[in-house]
Every structure is written in structure tokens, then in C-alpha cells.
């Protein structure tokens, strides 16, 4: 399925300025780490901006040196001849902005006190993490880009599409939400309590101290659950044992799903900030396309892009129906969209999954008109 990007590196843009933030803070300055994979045209029209996940970063494709186990998130997406093809676009993933990956966020120096922000970060939206990234693009003189991305990468590309309409030529919205439900809320309120009320969580000063290693893994493990879906889980677990033949009857690990979860847990802790997952969590709650013009088809009307809306057909944290929402607010919008549901046992990480399908479907999108 086409040829690696190989070894990338990840860049830091500084940017000195300020910027108004949904809150009505001025916030500044702010690192924005990207990575780029191809080459820019002489019209600087040929960029793709590819969105990450949640938990995401820059790193979408390739790796960075020669032991680097890790291929970039969207290794199989991103290359000569992949869905996202390097031959003909330059392809931009950046940490979105309240990260811990490069970007800043409540892990980075404060310049004014030389110390981690911690809780003195503002809160953010992700209309202002799209700001941020047009900071990026607009640095790297880019003229018109296309913008994809899964989950909450998807959110984030519906916003470009609506704040940016003249920068936009095509959108790919894969797995993802106009808006998040009452119960996408609730799983994140669940997480955000548990890093809160870890004893070493310190009201967010704890750089120098013990991490709240505990809450943020519990943190983990339930959003993970909503990762999965009940069809995937039964053929992974089942109710199997985890290297036993009898329950121990205490309140250790007895099943193999328990040892999974505490695995991603523990393994999660070692990559990301607790503070950032609070930040990141919220601006996903706060994210609703229609808040700001009275419905979908309203905030829909001046855009000038393409949409490419794809579902899964187990994924229960945004499933095909609210893809189809949004499919129909474009239809009413009188806007060009094309819709596919995946059928897929793997829930919402389908799209960081099902690479063959999604490379066909995009793969047509994007030859469409070009």
C-alpha cells in the first residue's frame, strides 16, 4: 500500500504574537510543532492539513530515526501512492495547540514566570486551535489547502471549512461529530474527575513533584472504552482469564480485559499531561458547529468546500447517525458531500484501523475535479 515517507523530523514555528482566544483572552506567544511530508507546488495549492485525535501529536507519518519503533499515527494514510499521496501534496500534521507534544500548552514555560502554566493556561476552544493552525499555514505561505481528520480531528475540519470558507477547497470528516452528545460529555467529565481528584495532582503544579499518574491512567481507561466497541471487545477478551484458570477472588486483575485497560493506562502516563488532557477533553465538550448560527445548515452556508463524510458502522461514541446529520445539513446547505458508512467490527479507532477502505474512498474524493 505505497512506500513510507521515512525519516521526518518534527519542527517548532514560533510565533511572537497574541491571539484572541473564544474566552476573550489575549494569549502569546505560542510554539506550534508540525511536521511535513512532500513537496509544496509553485501555486503553494497543493497542501493537505491532516488532524489529529485526542490524545494525538504531530508525528503523523513516517519515523524519526532509524530504532524508532513508532511509525507516525497515520503511517499507512501518508505516503507515495496512500490515501494522502506525497507525489502529489504536502502534507501538514501539527499538535494542536494545549498539547504537550511541541505545541504550547499548560506543560510549557510561561515566559513571564519561568515556570510551567499549569492551571494559569486559559481555557480553549477548538475554534482557537484552528486559529493556531492558521497561524502555521499562513507562515508557510500556503494559498488553499484541504483539510482532513478523524474524531476530533474531524471537529477541527468542520470548523476550518466554516471559519476559513475561502482557504478550503475539500474536507474529509472521518468519525467524528457536529456536536458532542450529552454522553461524549459525560465520559470526559468521568476523566477529567479523576485526574482532579488524584491526591498528587496539586492543582496542576506538578512538574516538580510526583505526576497524578493514577487519575490520568483511570482517565485513559475509560476513554479507551469508548475507543472500542462491544463487538471488538468480545473477540479480543471475551470474558477470558488473564493467565489463569480460576478467579482469585479479590480485587486484583481476573480478566484479560482488566490487564488490556490497565495497560493503556499505564503506558498512556508516559507520553501525555494530565493538565493537557483536562484542557483538550474540554474544548472537545465545548465544540458545537451550530452554536454560533442557529443550526448545521446555517453554519454551513457560506462555506465553499467539498465534504467527504465517512462513519463506522460499531463506532458508539460518534456513530453514523450523527454523520448523517451533518451529511443532510450540507444536502439542505446545498453544498457538494459525499457520504460513506464503513462496515467495520473495530468502533470508533476504525479510522486509525481500516486503512485499505478509507485509501479507496479517498483516493476518489480527492481525484474528483483535480
Given at each position: 500500500?505505497?512506500?513510507?515517507?521515512?525519516?521526518?523530523?518534527?519542527?517548532?514555528?514560533?510565533?511572537?504574537?497574541?491571539?484572541?482566544?473564544?474566552?476573550?483572552?489575549?494569549?502569546?506567544?505560542?510554539?506550534?510543532?508540525?511536521?511535513?511530508?512532500?513537496?509544496?507546488?509553485?501555486?503553494?495549492?497543493?497542501?493537505?492539513?491532516?488532524?489529529?485525535?485526542?490524545?494525538?501529536?504531530?508525528?503523523?507519518?513516517?519515523?524519526?530515526?532509524?530504532?524508532?519503533?513508532?511509525?507516525?499515527?497515520?503511517?499507512?494514510?501518508?505516503?507515495?501512492?496512500?490515501?494522502?499521496?506525497?507525489?502529489?501534496?504536502?502534507?501538514?500534521?501539527?499538535?494542536?495547540?494545549?498539547?504537550?507534544?511541541?505545541?504550547?500548552?499548560?506543560?510549557?514555560?510561561?515566559?513571564?514566570?519561568?515556570?510551567?502554566?499549569?492551571?494559569?493556561?486559559?481555557?480553549?476552544?477548538?475554534?482557537?486551535?484552528?486559529?493556531?493552525?492558521k497561524i502555521l499555514i499562513d507562515a508557510l505561505g500556503i494559498k488553499k489547502i484541504i483539510v482532513?481528520?478523524?474524531?476530533?480531528?474531524?471537529?477541527?475540519?468542520?470548523?476550518?471549512?466554516?471559519?476559513?470558507?475561502?482557504?478550503?477547497?475539500?474536507?474529509?470528516?472521518?468519525?467524528?461529530?457536529?456536536?458532542?452528545?450529552?454522553?461524549?460529555?459525560?465520559?470526559?467529565?468521568?476523566?477529567?474527575?479523576?485526574?482532579?481528584?488524584?491526591?498528587?495532582?496539586?492543582?496542576?503544579?506538578y512538574y516538580d513533584k510526583v505526576q497524578p499518574e493514577h487519575g490520568l491512567s483511570v482517565a485513559?481507561?475509560?476513554?479507551?472504552?469508548?475507543?472500542?466497541?462491544?463487538?471488538?471487545?468480545?473477540?479480543?477478551?471475551?470474558?477470558?482469564?488473564?493467565?489463569?484458570?480460576?478467579?482469585?477472588?479479590?480485587?486484583?486483575?481476573?480478566?484479560?480485559?482488566?490487564?488490556?485497560?490497565?495497560?493503556?493506562?499505564?503506558?498512556?502516563?508516559?507520553?501525555?499531561?494530565?493538565?493537557?488532557?483536562?484542557?483538550?477533553?474540554?474544548?472537545?465538550?465545548?465544540?458545537?458547529?451550530?452554536?454560533?448560527?442557529?443550526?448545521?445548515?446555517?453554519?454551513?452556508?457560506?462555506?465553499?468546500?467539498?465534504?467527504?463524510?465517512?462513519?463506522?458502522?460499531?463506532?458508539?461514541?460518534?456513530?453514523?447517525?450523527?454523520?448523517?446529520?451533518?451529511?443532510?445539513?450540507?444536502?439542505?446547505?446545498?453544498?457538494?458531500?459525499?457520504?460513506?458508512?464503513?462496515?467495520?467490527?473495530?468502533?470508533?479507532?476504525?479510522?486509525?484501523?481500516?486503512?485499505?477502505?478509507?485509501?479507496?474512498?479517498?483516493?476518489?474524493?480527492?481525484?474528483?475535479?483535480?
Amino acid at each position: 500500500m505505497g512506500q513510507s515517507v521515512g525519516k521526518v523530523e518534527t519542527k517548532i514555528y514560533k510565533y511572537e504574537g497574541k491571539i484572541k482566544l473564544t474566552s476573550g483572552v489575549e494569549f502569546g506567544p505560542i510554539d506550534i510543532a508540525y511536521e511535513t511530508y512532500g513537496n509544496l507546488n509553485e501555486k503553494k495549492d497543493n497542501a493537505i492539513l491532516v488532524l489529529h485525535a485526542l490524545t494525538g501529536d504531530a508525528h503523523a507519518a513516517g519515523y524519526h530515526n532509524e530504532e524508532d519503533k513508532k511509525r507516525g499515527w497515520w503511517d499507512e494514510m501518508i505516503g507515495s501512492d496512500k490515501a494522502f499521496d506525497t507525489n502529489k501534496y504536502y502534507v501538514i500534521s501539527s499538535n494542536m495547540f494545549g498539547g504537550c507534544s511541541g505545541t504550547t500548552g499548560p506543560s510549557s514555560i510561561n515566559p513571564n514566570t519561568q515556570k510551567p502554566y499549569g492551571l494559569s493556561f486559559p481555557v480553549i476552544t477548538m475554534e482557537d486551535a484552528v486559529n493556531v493552525q492558521k497561524i502555521l499555514i499562513d507562515a508557510l505561505g500556503i494559498k488553499k489547502i484541504i483539510v482532513a481528520g478523524g474524531s476530533m480531528g474531524g471537529m477541527q475540519a468542520l470548523d476550518w471549512a466554516v471559519m476559513y470558507p475561502e482557504y478550503v477547497s475539500k474536507v474529509i470528516v472521518i468519525a467524528s461529530t457536529a456536536r458532542l452528545t450529552a454522553q461524549g460529555i459525560a465520559f470526559n467529565a468521568v476523566g477529567r474527575n479523576a485526574i482532579l481528584s488524584d491526591i498528587n495532582f496539586n492543582n496542576g503544579n506538578y512538574y516538580d513533584k510526583v505526576q497524578p499518574e493514577h487519575g490520568l491512567s483511570v482517565a485513559r481507561m475509560i476513554g479507551h472504552i469508548t475507543y472500542l466497541c462491544e463487538e471488538s471487545m468480545h473477540k479480543k477478551f471475551g470474558r477470558r482469564l488473564q493467565n489463569k484458570e480460576k478467579p482469585d477472588f479479590d480485587f486484583g486483575i481476573d480478566f484479560q480485559v482488566e490487564s488490556y485497560l490497565k495497560h493503556q493506562g499505564l503506558t498512556f502516563v508516559e507520553r501525555f499531561d494530565a493538565n493537557s488532557y483536562l484542557y483538550i477533553t474540554k474544548a472537545v465538550d465545548y465544540f458545537d458547529l451550530s452554536s454560533n448560527y442557529g443550526s448545521l445548515e446555517e453554519a454551513f452556508k457560506n462555506t465553499n468546500s467539498e465534504f467527504l463524510i465517512i462513519s463506522f458502522s460499531t463506532d458508539w461514541l460518534f456513530p453514523t447517525s450523527q454523520s448523517k446529520e451533518i451529511t443532510k445539513a450540507l444536502i439542505k446547505a446545498g453544498k457538494d458531500v459525499s457520504f460513506c458508512e464503513i462496515k467495520s467490527p473495530c468502533g470508533h479507532d476504525a479510522f486509525l484501523i481500516e486503512f485499505e477502505t478509507q485509501t479507496e474512498i479517498i483516493k476518489s474524493f480527492l481525484k474528483k475535479d483535480n
